[in-house]
Nanobody, 127 residues
């Protein structure tokens, strides 16, 4: 198993930036594909992006491409989500997730592809 703890959420005005962090423990981090998802009230959990164990491969949802950047520091067992040009529609609870594989598989955008989840952190963007 792997334990995940998100941090960095908060409230920001449209056009602003936030950086989320996800600290992991319990598994060799570099052998773990990581992902970010988000869930707005009364909506399904939505894929945001994913990063391979080495950090060499990243994939993003079209809705955040060009605005959000995922990175990781394997020495610190931490993944990041840099969010720029935030919009009100980005408001959601953001979750980090871990998949027990170093490589990103074709089902990376599905929540069921991930083995462990954090508790989530709220991001609120006001207009």
């Amino acid at each position: 198993q792997v334990q995940l703890v998100e941090s960095g959420g908060g409230s920001v005005q449209a056009g602003g930036s936030l950086r989320l962090s996800c600290a992991a423990s319990g598994r060799t981090f570099s052998r773990t594909t990581m992902g970010w998802f988000r869930q707005a009230p009364e909506k399904e959990r939505e894929f945001v992006g994913t990063i391979s164990g080495s950090g060499s491969s990243t994939y993003y949802a079209d809705s955040v491409k060009g605005r959000f950047t995922i990175s990781r520091d394997n020495a610190k067992n931490t993944m990041y989500l840099q969010m720029n040009s935030l919009k009100p529609e980005d408001t959601a609870v953001y979750y980090c997730a871990a998949r027990f594989s170093a490589y990103v598989a074709s089902d990376y955008s599905f929540p069921t592809a991930y083995n462990s989840w954090g508790q989530g952190t709220q991001v609120t963007v006001s207009s």
